[in-house]
Each structure stands twice: as structure tokens, then as C-alpha cells.
């Protein structure tokens, strides 16, 4: 199984530039901002290529540090293109697309301690660059919903940094429970015991590991201390209610959560089949990082 799962794992990464189309659909403002820089930032394993896109005509703005997903196996940010010049557009800050590795290159936890090793970076440097250090937010979809949700755990735990929000959209946190505890209402959803077999044989191999805190955040004994953050959710989501479960211990250790389920619609959320509702929420997440990232 675990040769068959990095094999697979090796050939979703080269194939994801021809195979993940979903974004083209999706570019509902920002199309007119140059492409982003190529720069890297010094992690403790190694430097990680990061796609930095600004906001023109605006002198040191806040930064979101952005993790796309790829059930930790997909080493492509440009997947997430589209929102990243949303939330440049709509927000006015920069945005930070992280390119962190993935399996079967790398195992638990390094994509985790990248990313908060970025987020520490950031918070310490980002004025290199331009950008505001004192205005940083953090957030991922899907696998880079654990990425962001796991370096806050460690910024909090490590006192190494104070992201102003975490966003976390159909975010994975429990990659130890029953794979076939994970229900959804429709037949077949996106997210389904096979994959998930896939991502803990390659990624998550080591099994006593799959229950620590930073690879299964909503794991963890406590959650006080966490940055205030948006939880989105689907309503025929397998991952639902994990999501679900973290925004209720957020909001009952008194962390400021706001909590959307989106309707009628499986893991990915935004449907590039509705524009209009892609939008909708797409609009509500850079509403709350701009607020959150106000002076």
C-alpha cells in the first residue's frame, strides 16, 4: 500500500498542472495584477518557494499568508491563483502563496512546520520586502487548512508568533480517526475512504504520529490562546464534521470564531459552476481578512 500511495502521490503533483482546471471558472477580480514574485523563505527544511502578490499603488500593506490544498500531495499554489488575486483585489493587502513540499518527497510534519516556519519568517522580516509584519493573517483550503490551523497551534505553543486570523476553508484536522467515520449525506462524496487511506500511507505514514496535535489539530487538549478565525464548512463534506467540531471548541474557549456551512455543496465549496455563490463566499473571506488586517 505504501509504495502504491507515493506512486500515486508522485504522479498527482506532476499531473496537477494539466489536471486542476477548477480555478479558470473562478477569476472573478484581480485578473489584471501582474504575476506574482518568486522569492523563498528560510525554513528549517530548507528554503520554500512563496508566490508574493501586491496590491498596487499601496506602501506597505498587511500580508495573508495563503496554503493551497491537494490532500497533501499536491505541490502546485498556482491552484489557488484565482483567490489569491480575489484577496489581493477585493482586500487591498498582499498575499503570500506558499510552496511547500509534499509526499511522497516529504512526510508529517514538514509541510506543517514550513508553513508556521513562514508565518514566523514573515512576522519577523516581512518589512524586506515591503510588506507590514505587524499585519499578518494565515489561512488554507482543504490540506492547507490543517497547514494554517497546525502554525497556529505552534506559534501559540512556541510564543513565535501572533497571526491577527486563521481562515480555515473545509479544513482537514483529524487524520487519526475511523476513515469510514467520516460521513457525508450523498453517495459519493468527493473526499472518500480511499483517498484518505492514500494520504495517511503517504504522507501521515507514521501511525502514532497521525494523533499529535499539529497533524490533527482538532486533537489537540486546548484551544485558548488561538487568533480570532473563520471556519467554513460544507454541507456534504465527509470533513464536515471535524470543521464543525473546531469552530464549536473556538467559539466555547471563548476564541472569536465566526462559523458559515455552506450549502449544498461537497468539499469544494467553491463551485466553479455557480460564480455567484463562489463569489459570495470568496467576497466574505476577503472581507473578514481585510478587517482583521486593518490599521
Known amino acids: 500500500m505504501a509504495l502504491f500511495a507515493d506512486g500515486y ?14 480555478g479558470e471558472d473562478l477569476r472573478l477580480a484581480g485578473s489584471d495584477l501582474p504575476r506574482p514574485e518568486r522569492l523563498r523563505v528560510p525554513t528549517r527544511h530548507g528554503r520554500v518557494k512563496v508566490h508574493v502578490y501586491r496590491p498596487p499603488g499601496i506602501e506597505n500593506p498587511a500580508v495573508h499568508i495563503h496554503l493551497h490544498g491537494g490532500a497533501f500531495m499536491m505541490r502546485y499554489p498556482q491552484m489557488d491563483d484565482f483567490f489569491c488575486r480575489f484577496v489581493v483585489d477585493r482586500a487591498r493587502v498582499a498575499v503570500v502563496n506558499v510552496d511547500y513540499l509534499a509526499a511522497p518527497r516529504v512526510r508529517y510534519p514538514v509541510a506543517q512546520e514550513q508553513a508556521h516556519d513562514v508565518l514566523v519568517w514573515l512576522t519577523q522580516h516581512a518589512g524586506e520586502w515591503g510588506l507590514d509584519a505587524d ?8 490540506g492547507g487548512g490543517n497547514l494554517a490551523a497546525s502554525a497556529c497551534l505552534q506559534a501559540r505553543d512556541r510564543s513565535s ?7 480555515l476553508g473545509v479544513p482537514s484536522l483529524d487524520v487519526a480517526g475511523d476513515i469510514h467515520g467520516k460521513p457525508s449525506t450523498i453517495a459519493r462524496p468527493m473526499i472518500g475512504p480511499g483517498l484518505l487511506r492514500l494520504v495517511r500511507a503517504t504522507y501521515f505514514r507514521d501511525v502514532a504520529r497521525r494523533s499529535e496535535p499539529y497533524a490533527s489539530p482538532v486533537l489537540v487538549d486546548s484551544v485558548v490562546g488561538l487568533p480570532p478565525s473563520v471556519v467554513i464548512t460544507a454541507e456534504y463534506d465527509s470533513l464536515r464534521a471535524e470543521g464543525d ?11 472569536p470564531v465566526e462559523h458559515h456551512v ?9 463551485d466553479g459552476g455557480d460564480p455567484a455563490q ?5 467576497g466574505l473571506l476577503a472581507d473578514r481578512i481585510e478587517a482583521a488586517l486593518a490599521t
Open 9 to 22: 502521490a508522485a504522479l498527482s503533483g506532476l499531473l496537477a498542472p494539466l489536471t486542476v482546471r477548477y
Open 135 to 142: 499585519r499578518i493573517s494565515i489561512g488554507g483550503f482543504s
Open 161 to 167: 508568533a501572533a497571526p491577527r486570523l486563521q481562515v
Open 245 to 255: 467540531a473546531y469552530a464549536a471548541r473556538l467559539s466555547e474557549a471563548g476564541v
Open 262 to 270: 455552506v450549502p449544498r455543496r461537497d468539499h469544494y465549496f467553491l
Open 278 to 282: 463562489a463569489g459570495h463566499w470568496m
